[in-house]
């Protein structure tokens, strides 16, 4: 199954909530994200039939192995994206909102060059 830029979004979701709690349930992806349960409920059933999340008998939500792969992948690459906005002068909060929207879209490779740029740069402070 090919993910989509939303269901990304819900597995990074799902990682960042899991650093936070153990028990992590619909209502608390729709609580982060802002978004209404019947499109937290569809979204998390597509992950579920994707193999990216499991979902047990009380309802709480884990990431399987490939959706904890997807969902690290997505949250390096938007706090590198947001440091190096930031590193260029970007208010924190543009910033963020910018690597959310590019994260999805820039391709390995550039991210990549993008990485080490900001790793080299780091190692320079």
Known sequence: MHLQESGEMYLETVY???KKSESIRSIDICE???YSKPSVSRAVGLLK???YVTVDEKGYITLTNE???????MFERHTMLTDFLVKLGVD???ASEDACKIEHHISEESFEAIKRHVNAFK???
């Open 92 to 94: 924190k909060d543009i």
């Open 123 to 125: 190692s320079e402070e």
């Open 67 to 73: 959706g904890k792969s997807v969902a690290e992948k």
């Open 49 to 51: 039939n994707g193999g």
């Open 32 to 34: 982060y994200m802002g």
């Open 16 to 18: 960042i909530l899991s």
